[in-house]
């Protein structure tokens, strides 16, 4: 990347800068650091990552009732190029409703994109951060401070392909409760908003223990953080036997986990906490099933993984009671 014929030394810094960190995660950053580069004229700041997104076109929603979450999730998927086709496809999407935060969790390496190039009221995050507080010798680990310093406001925390695992051959254990609670508050410490996700396996939800597999799951987190700091959390149940599966809880078996959820926030927190809380629901929601999940009174949204990568997300957005 030549910086010879920038206009000043403000964008000289700014494409020096980006190429340093393109070379650092990669060359599937080096495409876009190129093309960002030679149409930039903004300063040297993290701000300016986020300062040029194109505008959305939501209407501030009305005090009062909780607001629907619907996070996109993702995941190991997709190329630059696809991830820029995708982003397109919902900058053109048409209005979110009022009532409802819409968000993508994506690869890390497509983050700063989706913070230049995706329309401005569809909220950036990330699928995990570190427990680590700082920098420090973390090999592989992305810190929640590095998240916010790029402009991310929300995480993803304890989803099950990560408390499970993914089912690889030599493969570890995946993360325990106590990891995905001390993640979850050095997550809001450092600044982000975080879907929590709980769930049970197809075996104990047969074995009638669904929720207490969920309250094992709350507990340490229930321990580890503030009153307040429940403002910043969104509980994200997914159920895991209908993960990408094509299976889904019946919107009345749905409600019915939701509430008791709820009612154990109540017990365990605060009534004023659980009444204010969020809860997705994430077992396979898509456009065909959202109107019908979403009208339930204790399902505030949805975390979309197949559908998300899809434009059938907005019909999922678009799902949301009016």
Same mark, same amino acid.
């Given at each position: 990347i030549s910086i010879d014929t920038m206009s000043s030394n403000n964008t000289t810094n700014t494409t020096f800068a980006m190429a340093t960190a393109a070379v650092a995660v990669g060359a599937s950053l080096v495409y876009y650091v190129t093309h960002t580069a030679k149409s930039s004229s903004s300063s040297s700041s993290s701000s300016s990552t986020t300062s040029a997104r194109p505008q959305g076109s939501s209407v501030p929603a009305p005090e009062g009732e909780r607001k629907y979450l619907i996070g996109g999730n993702w995941k190991s998927n997709g190329t630059l190029a696809e991830q820029e086709d995708r982003v397109k496809i919902f900058n053109e999407a048409g209005p979110i409703p009022s009532n409802c935060e819409v968000a993508i969790?994506?690869?890390?390496?497509?983050?700063?994109?989706?913070?230049?190039?995706?329309?401005?009221?569809?909220?950036?995050?990330?699928?995990?951060?570190?427990?680590?507080?700082?920098? %420090?010798?973390?090999?592989?680990?992305? =810190?929640?401070? *590095?998240?916010?310093?790029?402009?991310?406001?929300?995480?993803?925390? %304890?989803?099950?392909?990560?408390?499970? =695992?993914?089912? *690889?051959?030599?493969e570890t254990v995946g993360e325990s409760e106590d990891l995905c609670a001390a993640k979850l508050q050095n997550a809001l410490a450092k600044g982000l908003k975080v879907m929590f996700a709980i769930g049970e396996s197809k075996d104990e939800r047969e074995g009638g223990i669904t929720m207490e597999v969920c309250a094992k799951q709350l507990d340490p987190a229930i321990k580890l953080l503030k009153e307040e700091d429940w403002a910043n959390v969104a509980i994200a149940y997914e159920p895991v036997w209908a993960i990408g599966t094509g299976l889904t809880a019946t919107p009345e078996m749905a409600q019915d986990t939701h509430a008791q959820i709820r009612a154990y926030m109540s017990e365990k927190v605060s009534p004023e906490v659980a009444s204010k809380i969020r809860i997705q629901y994430g077992g396979s929601m898509k456009g065909a099933n959202a109107k019908e999940l979403l009208a339930q009174p204790d399902i505030d949204g949805g975390l979309i993984g197949g559908a998300s990568l899809k434009a059938d997300f907005f019909n999922v957005v678009n799902g949301v009671p009016m």
């Amino acid at each position: 990347i030549s910086i010879d014929t920038m206009s000043s030394n403000n964008t000289t810094n700014t494409t020096f800068a980006m190429a340093t960190a393109a070379v650092a995660v990669g060359a599937s950053l080096v495409y876009y650091v190129t093309h960002t580069a030679k149409s930039s004229s903004s300063s040297s700041s993290s701000s300016s990552t986020t300062s040029a997104r194109p505008q959305g076109s939501s209407v501030p929603a009305p005090e009062g009732e909780r607001k629907y979450l619907i996070g996109g999730n993702w995941k190991s998927n997709g190329t630059l190029a696809e991830q820029e086709d995708r982003v397109k496809i919902f900058n053109e999407a048409g209005p979110i409703p009022s009532n409802c935060e819409v968000a993508i969790c994506a690869p890390y390496i497509h983050l700063p994109m989706l913070l230049s190039k995706l329309r401005d009221d569809i909220a950036v995050g990330a699928q995990d951060c570190g427990k680590n507080e700082k920098d %420090g010798a973390f090999t592989g680990e992305i =810190g929640a401070h *590095m998240l916010t310093d790029i402009g991310c406001t929300w995480v993803i925390i %304890g989803h099950s392909e990560r408390r499970v =695992g993914f089912g *690889m051959e030599g493969e570890t254990v995946g993360e325990s409760e106590d990891l995905c609670a001390a993640k979850l508050q050095n997550a809001l410490a450092k600044g982000l908003k975080v879907m929590f996700a709980i769930g049970e396996s197809k075996d104990e939800r047969e074995g009638g223990i669904t929720m207490e597999v969920c309250a094992k799951q709350l507990d340490p987190a229930i321990k580890l953080l503030k009153e307040e700091d429940w403002a910043n959390v969104a509980i994200a149940y997914e159920p895991v036997w209908a993960i990408g599966t094509g299976l889904t809880a019946t919107p009345e078996m749905a409600q019915d986990t939701h509430a008791q959820i709820r009612a154990y926030m109540s017990e365990k927190v605060s009534p004023e906490v659980a009444s204010k809380i969020r809860i997705q629901y994430g077992g396979s929601m898509k456009g065909a099933n959202a109107k019908e999940l979403l009208a339930q009174p204790d399902i505030d949204g949805g975390l979309i993984g197949g559908a998300s990568l899809k434009a059938d997300f907005f019909n999922v957005v678009n799902g949301v009671p009016m």
